[in-house]
Each structure stands twice: as C-alpha cells, then as structure tokens.
C-alpha cells in the first residue's frame, strides 16, 4: 500500500522560503512520477511540480517556474519541494502525488499524500 507523508508547512513572510518533504513507502518507485499539487479556498486543485524517479526530469507549473525546485532522494525514497521568492497567493494546502503515468491534472494521479498547509503573509 501506497503511502505517502509530507512535512515541512507553515507559515512564512513574503520574499521567504520553505522546504516541503514528501516520505514515500510501500512499494518500488521506480518508473513512477512524483510530485506537488496546491489548492487554495475556494480553488481546484492545481499542478506545481513534478519529477520522474528513475531519470530526473521535471516539469513546472508557469505560476512557480523559477521560485520552485523539486527533487528527490532515491535511498530515502523522499520527494523535496524548495519555494524560494513565496508569494501570498502560494498560500494554500500542498499535496505530494505519486502515479506510474506523468501528471499535470489530479485526475492522473492516482496516489496522494494527506496534504501541507502553507501559508504565506504579506
């Protein structure tokens, strides 16, 4: 079973950063793709990031291209996400997700962490 915790939210001033981890266990992650979703009140759930585990290539979403980095660390089978330049419009709950397919929408995911909250003040 598919389990997959994140860490790292809270609570940061405008300009500041923060560094989400993502623990993944209960299975082999090779070939899969891991990564970030946020949703904000009122608002979908939208694509941050996003990262293949066996070649490393990743993907952003517009809006944090630039600000967000993603990585992983294979032994500890833990997915990063580093926010640097936080906005108040980055406030919302981050969701790490995980699927044997790429994804840049929720409904191709198939695996999903509990969720993060970040909250960014301006």
């Known amino acids: 079973q598919v389990q997959l915790v994140e860490s790292g939210g809270g609570l940061v001033q405008a300009g500041g950063s923060l560094r989400l981890s993502c623990a993944a266990s209960?299975?082999?992650?090779?070939?899969?793709?891991m990564g970030w979703f946020r949703q904000a009140p009122g608002k979908e759930r939208e694509f941050v990031a996003a990262?293949?585990?066996?070649?490393?290539?990743?993907e952003y979403a517009a809006s944090v291209k630039g600000r967000f980095t993603i990585s992983k660390d294979n032994a500890k089978t833990t997915v990063y996400l580093e926010m640097n330049s936080l906005k108040p419009e980055d406030t919302a709950v981050y969701y790490c997700?995980?699927?044997?397919?790429?994804?840049?929408?929720?409904?191709?995911?198939?695996?999903w962490g509990q969720g993060t909250q970040v909250t960014v003040s301006s």
């Open positions: 997700a995980a699927d044997p397919r790429l994804f840049n929408t929720q409904d191709k995911v198939g695996y």
């Open positions: 990262i293949s585990w066996g070649s490393s290539i990743t």
């Open positions: 209960g299975r082999a992650f090779v070939g899969f793709f």
